[in-house]
């Protein structure tokens, strides 16, 4: 019964998902779906306009249709959206000052997070040598001082 379940509401998300537009050919639909997915919807922000739900999805991909009809060019259709909507509805937004924490922000971390870890592991690396040098330092002054008739902590007197 579960199973039936589930998947009687699969078949009911899916075909709300589908909207279906009369396209001339399969090139024209092939376009509208390359179109679709390279931009986002306003509304889910993480999803492309091609897979989201949202009224405002449904609108703006009827909106491409139509400009489509209207024998517009991709470039056209996506500088339409992007006066409509800002920049942020292209999935690839634009190299532009306002978007440069956006294209190198991750590089930015990453480089950010290297240096703090080459800054760790050399502050280590010269402690441990400062350390090791004060322990054989230590370690020198003291076996200095032994000799085999010395009887010290470590030689009780026996020198066999």
């Known amino acids: 019964m579960l199973i039936v379940l589930v998947l009687a509401f699969a078949a009911s998300a899916t ?3 589908i909207d279906p537009l009369p396209f001339k050919d399969h090139a024209q639909e092939l376009r509208f779906q390359h179109l ?20 405002l999805a449904r609108d703006m991909r009827h909106e491409v249709f139509r400009l489509m009809q209207q024998g517009k060019t991709d470039v056209q259709i ?3 959206l992007v006066d409509r909507y800002s920049d942020f509805v292209l999935y690839d937004p634009p190299v532009q000052p306002s978007t440069w924490l956006l294209w190198f922000g991750p590089l930015l971390i990453l480089l950010a997070g290297a240096a703090v870890v080459a800054v760790n592991v050399r502050k280590r690396s010269r402690a441990n040598a400062r350390a090791a040098m004060e322990s054989a330092g230590a370690a020198g002054d003291g076996r200095a001082d032994i000799g ?3 009887t010290g902590p470590d030689n009780i007197g026996d020198d066999w």
């Open 15 to 17: 075909a709300q998902a």
């Open 148 to 150: 085999p008739d010395h």
């Open 36 to 55: 679709t997915a390279q931009l986002r919807c306003m509304v889910c922000q993480n999803e492309t306009l091609a897979d989201s739900n949202a009224s």
């Open 78 to 80: 996506k500088q339409y």
